[in-house]
């Protein structure tokens, strides 16, 4: 109906995680009447975006350099590590403001069922740097779904001989990723986080 | 509900569970519900939910999804169950009390969730437990993961296994005075509804450890457990006869809509071609059981003497009305 080249773009947008259909036409007709400078802008946007962007050596947050501004900044507390899913968890507690510590970024949760075993994410990584003598707390703040606790519960284990291991206190919603907690929740959450037992 | 063979008294009952519930409870294939030749059906019902008046309209096309709309505005489907609670005895539901122990696991398990709305996803929460359990299991067998991965999933079984152990347990506990009573009075005696448990733990898991692995799957828990419907004379799955196998699934409906009517919420009961499986005497306990109780949408061939009571409708050809 409208060629190979739109269909192509609606494609590539259906892609996009909560973009249907319908959503990836209305999109691909946004771009093709927006002026040609806002396109193409949005296309090396992209393009910028993948070719420099990688991960943190250190805690996997994303990164133009070889580490993260984090854990560049002098400023933040080395003492406490607050372990995540997804850099965009890292993003939700940076927007709390209640945690001035480090961070980890998993890539993930465990889930055998989709073939992520513990070698999958960046556990090693978060072992040898909770060995450190300056490491004191390990916040486990992975989604509070059936995945992010199986995580927590299997991370607390190998930590418990190495570090305090703390959770955020509950109320958050169950089920629902970090992402989608209101920060003030969020926040409270990791004011009254707790020690696993 | 009153009509000939054929007249459309179980597609009156059926369009009220749509309309309410949002799901046939006849056929999984709903298209199926659709006429002959058309591309899509609707049911529209207007209740009293308490004080409050709902208007409930459920679309099902034959390609596209279901379209439900609550007071007018669009709604997940989820909402109309909780919102107009509707239990339903077909003839063809033998299966709760004749059929596996799969089939009454998730027969009560159902019912967990309607007796204890808050509980309702517990059942579906352990069975994806249990496959991400098998999953971690199978991977380790076949060497792509360490023996340490299981652990987090041993954990959640175990912990999500008792607690349905325990809800299953609490549920069969709060219906089994009522499945006795209601069973009783339909002339069958000393009915029983018992679950005994998994007694699924942690431990007990991580002793079958080596056995699960080799065989993938997890041995023990909830999912392999059974409720035993029984009388005095013992199991009504291979003892009962058909009249009372019949009579224990309307008596487990009668039952649930007791304790739902305990806990304040009361659901209406859509009964089809119930009397023709019960003698006269039967029929008349029956109708004094549900009289009063709850509001009851029954259908029969031919005009029943135990119905004058109610509101009788006629359903001729599809088409009805009150006479
Ligand atoms: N999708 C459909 N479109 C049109 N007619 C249908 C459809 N599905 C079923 N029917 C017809 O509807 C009629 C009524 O069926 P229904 O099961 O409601 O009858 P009933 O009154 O319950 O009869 P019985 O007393 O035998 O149980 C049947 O003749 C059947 O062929
Ligand atoms: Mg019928
Ligand atoms: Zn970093």
């Given at each position: 109906m409208v060629g190979p080249v739109v269909e192509n773009l609606v494609a590539q947008l259906t892609k996009l995680p909560g973009i249907g259909n319908r959503t990836a036409h209305r999109l691909a007709f946004h771009v093709l009447r927006a002026s040609r400078e806002d396109a193409l802008a949005l296309a090396d946007a992209i393009r910028d975006a993948k070719e420099r962007i990688g991960f943190c050596t250190v805690c996997g947050n994303l990164t133009e350099e070889p580490t993260c501004e984090i854990c560049r900044d002098g400023r933040r507390d080395p003492s406490v590590i607050c372990v995540v899913e997804h850099p965009v968890d890292l993003v939700s507690v940076e927007r709390t403001s209640e945690f001035r510590g480090r961070y980890h970024v998993l890539g993930g949760a465990l889930s055998p069922l989709d073939g992520?075993?513990?070698?999958?994410?960046?556990i090693d990584g978060l072992l040898a740097r909770a060995r450190?003598?300056?490491?004191?707390e390990v916040v486990l703040a992975t989604n509070p779904t059936m995945t992010g606790e199986a995580t927590a519960s299997f991370l607390a284990e190998q930590l418990r001989s190495l570090v305090r291991v703390t959770r955020p206190a509950s109320g958050l919603p169950v089920g629902a990723d970090l992402e989608y907690a209101d920060e003030v929740t969020l926040g409270r959450a990791l004011a009254g986080r707790r020690e696993m037992v | 509900m009153i009509g000939a063979n054929g007249a459309g008294k179980t597609n009156l009952l059926e369009g009220v569970h749509v309309a309410t519930q949002g799901f046939s409870p006849r056929t999984r294939s709903e298209a199926r519900l659709i006429r002959f030749g058309s591309d899509a059906t609707r049911a529209i019902a207007r209740s009293h939910a308490r004080a409050t008046e709902v208007e409930t309209s459920v679309t099902v096309h034959r390609l596209g999804p279901k379209e439900v709309v609550l007071n007018g505005a669009p709604a997940p489907l989820d909402d109309l169950r909780t919102k107009l609670p509707v239990l339903v005895f077909l003839p063809d539901r033998l299966a709760v009390v004749k059929g596996g122990p799969a089939i009454r696991r998730t027969y009560f398990d159902r019912m967990l969730g309607r007796v204890s709305p808050e509980l309702a996803e517990l059942p579906g929460s352990y069975a994806k437990a249990l496959s991400q359990r098998g999953a971690a299991l199978r991977r380790v067998r076949d060497g792509l993961a360490e023996r340490a991965s299981i652990e987090p999933w041993t954990e959640t079984v175990a912990g999500l296994g008792a607690d349905l152990d325990a809800a299953r347990t609490a549920v069969t506990d709060e219906l089994g005075p009522h499945f006795r009573d209601a069973s009783e009075q339909l002339g069958l005696r000393g009915a029983r509804a018992d679950y005994e448990p998994s007694a699924i733990t942690r431990g007990a898991l991580e002793d079958r450890l080596t056995r699960d692995i080799e065989r993938g799957t997890?041995?023990?828990?909830?999912?392999?457990r059974d409720i035993r419907l029984a009388t005095d004379e013992g199991d009504l799955r291979g003892f009962g006869s058909q009249g009372q196998q019949r009579v224990a699934v309307l008596a487990l409906l009668l039952a649930e809509a007791s304790c739902l009517r305990d806990r304040d919420r009361p659901a209406a009961l859509l009964l089809d071609d119930v009397l023709s499986v019960l003698d006269r005497d039967r029929r008349a306990a029956l109708v004094s059981l549900l009289a009063g109780a709850t509001q009851t949408l029954v259908t029969a061939t031919d005009a029943d003497?135990?119905?004058?009571a109610g509101c009788v409708v006629e359903v001729v050809q599809g088409a009805a009305r009150i006479a």
């Amino acid at each position: 109906m409208v060629g190979p080249v739109v269909e192509n773009l609606v494609a590539q947008l259906t892609k996009l995680p909560g973009i249907g259909n319908r959503t990836a036409h209305r999109l691909a007709f946004h771009v093709l009447r927006a002026s040609r400078e806002d396109a193409l802008a949005l296309a090396d946007a992209i393009r910028d975006a993948k070719e420099r962007i990688g991960f943190c050596t250190v805690c996997g947050n994303l990164t133009e350099e070889p580490t993260c501004e984090i854990c560049r900044d002098g400023r933040r507390d080395p003492s406490v590590i607050c372990v995540v899913e997804h850099p965009v968890d890292l993003v939700s507690v940076e927007r709390t403001s209640e945690f001035r510590g480090r961070y980890h970024v998993l890539g993930g949760a465990l889930s055998p069922l989709d073939g992520v075993d513990p070698s999958d994410l960046r556990i090693d990584g978060l072992l040898a740097r909770a060995r450190a003598d300056e490491v004191v707390e390990v916040v486990l703040a992975t989604n509070p779904t059936m995945t992010g606790e199986a995580t927590a519960s299997f991370l607390a284990e190998q930590l418990r001989s190495l570090v305090r291991v703390t959770r955020p206190a509950s109320g958050l919603p169950v089920g629902a990723d970090l992402e989608y907690a209101d920060e003030v929740t969020l926040g409270r959450a990791l004011a009254g986080r707790r020690e696993m037992v | 509900m009153i009509g000939a063979n054929g007249a459309g008294k179980t597609n009156l009952l059926e369009g009220v569970h749509v309309a309410t519930q949002g799901f046939s409870p006849r056929t999984r294939s709903e298209a199926r519900l659709i006429r002959f030749g058309s591309d899509a059906t609707r049911a529209i019902a207007r209740s009293h939910a308490r004080a409050t008046e709902v208007e409930t309209s459920v679309t099902v096309h034959r390609l596209g999804p279901k379209e439900v709309v609550l007071n007018g505005a669009p709604a997940p489907l989820d909402d109309l169950r909780t919102k107009l609670p509707v239990l339903v005895f077909l003839p063809d539901r033998l299966a709760v009390v004749k059929g596996g122990p799969a089939i009454r696991r998730t027969y009560f398990d159902r019912m967990l969730g309607r007796v204890s709305p808050e509980l309702a996803e517990l059942p579906g929460s352990y069975a994806k437990a249990l496959s991400q359990r098998g999953a971690a299991l199978r991977r380790v067998r076949d060497g792509l993961a360490e023996r340490a991965s299981i652990e987090p999933w041993t954990e959640t079984v175990a912990g999500l296994g008792a607690d349905l152990d325990a809800a299953r347990t609490a549920v069969t506990d709060e219906l089994g005075p009522h499945f006795r009573d209601a069973s009783e009075q339909l002339g069958l005696r000393g009915a029983r509804a018992d679950y005994e448990p998994s007694a699924i733990t942690r431990g007990a898991l991580e002793d079958r450890l080596t056995r699960d692995i080799e065989r993938g799957t997890t041995g023990m828990g909830p999912h392999l457990r059974d409720i035993r419907l029984a009388t005095d004379e013992g199991d009504l799955r291979g003892f009962g006869s058909q009249g009372q196998q019949r009579v224990a699934v309307l008596a487990l409906l009668l039952a649930e809509a007791s304790c739902l009517r305990d806990r304040d919420r009361p659901a209406a009961l859509l009964l089809d071609d119930v009397l023709s499986v019960l003698d006269r005497d039967r029929r008349a306990a029956l109708v004094s059981l549900l009289a009063g109780a709850t509001q009851t949408l029954v259908t029969a061939t031919d005009a029943d003497d135990v119905l004058e009571a109610g509101c009788v409708v006629e359903v001729v050809q599809g088409a009805a009305r009150i006479a």
